[in-house]
Each structure stands twice: as C-alpha cells, then as structure tokens.
C-alpha cells in the first residue's frame, strides 16, 4: 500500500524567510509525486509535480521541490515566505504505470507571520 | 473555461435523506474523483470514474452511489445521510494521462443532523 506522511501539523514561518513543508512517501515502485495548496474555503490548487527527471522541481508562485530517493522524501520550499503563501498544504503520490489512485497526505498548514 | 464546478456549496440534511452532488468539467477529462475533507484526515477517495459510463470504488465509498452518464458530469448521490456523512466534499477531474495533476472543484459543505 502506498503512503505520504506529512509529519508536521502546522508550520510557523516569519516573512520573508525560507520556507519548507516536509513530505515523505511510501509505494512499491517509481512515484509520481504532487503538491497542493488550500486556501480557506476553496478546493486544492496544484502547485508542482514531479514524475521523471530533474529532482529539483520549480512550481507555481516561487515555489520548488526536492524528490530524493534515497530519503524517499518531497519537500517544498520557498527561498521567502509571504504572508499570502499561508494556507494548507497537500502532498500527493501515486505509482507510475497505467490508472493508479492517488495518495493524499493530512495536510500541513502554513502560517507567515508578518 | 468554468473549469470544475459542484453544486450545491452547502447543504444541511436530516439522517435518512438523501440527496445529490453534482459535478461538471469542461476541460474534457477523463478521469473524475469525488473526496471527503475531515480535519486531520486529509482527503479521501470515495469513488471515481475513468471514463463515460464507467465508475469504481476508492477508499470509502460506503453509503454513497456515482454516475458518470456523461462525460463531463459525475454524480455523488447519498440514498440515507447518515451524521457520519458530514464533511466536506471535493470533485476533481484530470486527463486520460497518468501523470497529470488533477483540478479541483470549489467544494461542498454538507451537514447532517
């Protein structure tokens, strides 16, 4: 069975600094590997992805991540947090090859206090 | 482009009431999913679709029926809310290829007392 764990509930940040919202995952086999942003009272918003190639993935709004294998971790960065990136953030994986369901993880929320 | 689209964006039902999500894309998708929000669940596949006339059970799909008649429509139905039931409820579409991200709709608050 395929897994993501989110291990950090919340994640407190002051703008302008870096930012990273941890992400690691579990599957028998090659992943693809997806992040998503909430805001309040809206439905998810992909941000990147990563599925072959460069593990440094570059998304939308400044944001990046880093796929390693070895630590089977996906963790998203921003070089400088903006009060308006608060929101819920989703890690996503699925196994490469044909229909395979996609895995959500719990969520983490980010807070950038001005 | 509406992109995903559900309606309604509230509703508040008695136990044993049933009712109807409905979810339009006009992006032509293949593939179609609805999910629940809890908090501290995250999101949780109930049932999805990947193509016209075809549907298939996710993680939790007791207590919910789908269909997918059309391509760009795909149906939540509950036949007898129950107050487990109560969440918030997302539609997604994405294309026929696998490594596509999906596209989500607004969402659904639904309340059952």
């Known amino acids: 069975a395929q897994s993501v764990a989110q291990p950090e509930d919340q994640v407190n940040v002051a703008e302008g600094n870096p930012l990273t919202v941890k992400c690691t995952y579990s599957?028998?086999?090659?992943?693809?590997l997806f992040w998503y942003v909430q805001y309040p009272n809206r439905g998810l918003q992909f941000l990147l992805k990563?599925?072959?190639?460069?593990?440094l993935v570059k998304g939308s709004y400044g944001f990046e991540a880093e796929f390693n294998k070895s630590q089977t971790s996906f963790h998203l960065k921003k070089p400088s947090a903006l009060v308006s990136d608060s929101a819920l953030y989703f890690c996503?994986?699925?196994?490469?090859?044909?229909?395979?369901?996609?895995?959500f993880g719990t969520g983490t929320k980010l807070q950038v206090i001005p | 482009n509406a992109g995903v689209t559900q309606t309604p964006k509230f509703r508040v039902l008695k136990t044993g009431q049933s009712m109807t999500l409905l979810c339009a894309q006009d992006?032509?998708?293949?593939?179609m999913y609805w999910y629940r929000q809890d908090p501290g669940m995250g999101l949780r596949l109930i049932h999805y679709?990947?193509?016209?006339?075809?549907?298939a059970k996710g993680e939790v799909p007791d207590g919910y029926n789908v269909s997918r008649l059309k391509k760009q429509n795909f149906l939540l139905g509950l036949e007898s809310a129950a107050p487990s039931q109560t969440s918030v409820y997302f539609c997604?579409?994405?294309?026929?290829?696998?490594?596509?991200?999906?596209?989500f709709g607004p969402g659904t608050r639904l309340t059952v007392t």
């Open positions: 997604a579409s994405s294309d026929r290829s696998g490594n596509d991200e999906q596209y």
């Open positions: 599957v028998s086999g090659n992943p693809y």
């Open positions: 990563y599925i072959t190639g460069d593990n």
């Open positions: 996503a994986v699925r196994v490469q090859g044909g229909y395979q369901k996609v895995t």
């Open positions: 992006m032509n998708h293949e593939y």
């Open positions: 679709s990947v193509g016209e006339g075809t549907t």
